[in-house]
């Protein structure tokens, strides 16, 4: 597609429930990174791929969130027995991936608000 | 590990006061820099990037320039308008090709 896509769009779950976050990133770009916005709050690195392989999971807030990503296109996000804490915009972007000298620009997707109640 | 550190906010001017951001990095190696803007209702584009010392981006008025001696990348505009009020983040991307961003900024431009 033209952009990156992010579904669902808005999510409303009760504490307890697994959800699943979904984004297909632009066509062609091989590096995709998921974000964490909470309210008031800045972006909060989750985690990135490099194709089909996570080499910096290192942002994931506990092992209730997990993430895959196959075929080098479509990634999933998933929170496990979801925690209000868990509310906030998870955002996705996707780039070119030829290293940070080449200053590739990452594009980002309009985020899936997901509401814990 | 890479990291970014920008100033606090909110901040809030009268349009077409002078607008300084500041921000500072961590980074082992060369990585590129980056400002994003995320107006109201809206998602997180790019404003201006440079991608080796003394670079100097610039857009929509808006310029940093890549200062590798003080490992900083301060956003500035001459004369800021209302329609400039957004949340500002600094961004890094590394040898690794990971993009850190810092906190954000929130800027409000008062008329």
């Known amino acids: 597609g033209a952009g990156v896509s992010q579904s669902p769009s808005n999510k409303v779950t009760e504490k307890g429930k697994d959800v699943e976050l979904r984004c297909d990133p632009i066509?062609?770009?091989?590096?995709l990174y998921w974000y964490r916005q909470s309210l008031g709050q800045g972006l909060e690195f989750l985690i990135y791929?490099?194709?089909?392989?996570?080499?910096?999971k290192s942002g994931l807030p506990s092992d209730r969130f997990s993430a895959e990503r196959t075929g080098g296109s479509v990634s999933t996000l998933t929170i496990q027995r979801t925690q209000q804490e868990d509310s906030a915009v998870y955002l996705c972007?996707?780039?070119?991936?030829?290293?940070?000298?080449?200053?590739?620009?990452?594009?980002f997707g309009e985020g899936s608000w997901l509401t814990v109640v | 590990g890479n990291s970014v550190t920008q100033m606090e906010g909110p901040v809030t001017l009268s349009e077409e006061a002078f607008l300084t951001i500041n921000c500072t990095y961590t980074a082992t190696g060369y990585p590129s820099l980056f400002w994003y803007v995320q107006y109201p209702g809206e998602g997180l584009q790019l404003l201006l990037k440079a991608t080796k010392a003394d670079d100097k981006g610039s857009n929509k008025g808006f310029e940093a320039t890549y200062r590798k001696e003080t490992t900083s990348f301060h956003l500035e505009k001459g004369s800021v308008q209302v329609s400039d009020s957004a949340v500002y983040f600094c961004a890094l991307s590394g040898n690794n090709n990971d993009m850190r961003f810092g906190a954000g900024t929130r800027l409000t431009v008062k008329p």
């Open positions: 791929f490099q194709g089909n392989s996570a080499p910096d």
């Open positions: 066509s062609g770009h091989t590096a």
């Open positions: 972007a996707s780039s070119l991936a030829h290293g940070g000298a080449s200053g590739n620009t990452i594009y």
